[in-house]
Structures are given as structure tokens and as C-alpha cells.
């Protein structure tokens, strides 16, 4: 398991939407992004900061049910 980049919130949302995902709202610093699917909608909140802590990111990978290697460095 590799070491999670720093992001910003704008770079996870750009990863989140190459997998589907679309930015439905925005109300003060959190970026709401959602993805349908046939059973279930998945939503996650992502804080528009410069710097996303570790904790954060890990939070936003597992609500995404995204692979972790998508946000680590190569």
C-alpha cells in the first residue's frame, strides 16, 4: 500500500469525476459530489481547502468506494 497524496479538495473532486461522479452543489467550503447507480445513490462531502488532512482523504476514499491507489503517489 502506497503513501496517500497531498490533495486539495478540487483535486479529489477531479478524481471522483473521471469515476462517475458529478459535482450537484456547493454551500460554503464543501463540494457535494454524487453518483447514481440503478440501486443506490452514493454522495460524498468534500471540503474545497488547499490541503486535505490524511484522515479526511481516507474518509472521502472509503465513502466513494473508490481503490485507494487512485489518490496515492506513484
Excluded: W
Amino acid at each position: 500500500m502506497g503513501k496517500l497524496r497531498v490533495l486539495s479538495g478540487r483535486e479529489s473532486c477531479q478524481i471522483l469525476e473521471q469515476y462517475g461522479f458529478v459535482e450537484v452543489r456547493q454551500r460554503g467550503s464543501h463540494i457535494i459530489m454524487q453518483k447514481r447507480t440503478d440501486e443506490t445513490t452514493i454522495t460524498v462531502p468534500v471540503p474545497n481547502y488547499s490541503e486535505l488532512r490524511i484522515g479526511t482523504l481516507q474518509s472521502i476514499i472509503r465513502q466513494s468506494g473508490l481503490p485507494r491507489s487512485l489518490f496515492e503517489s506513484a
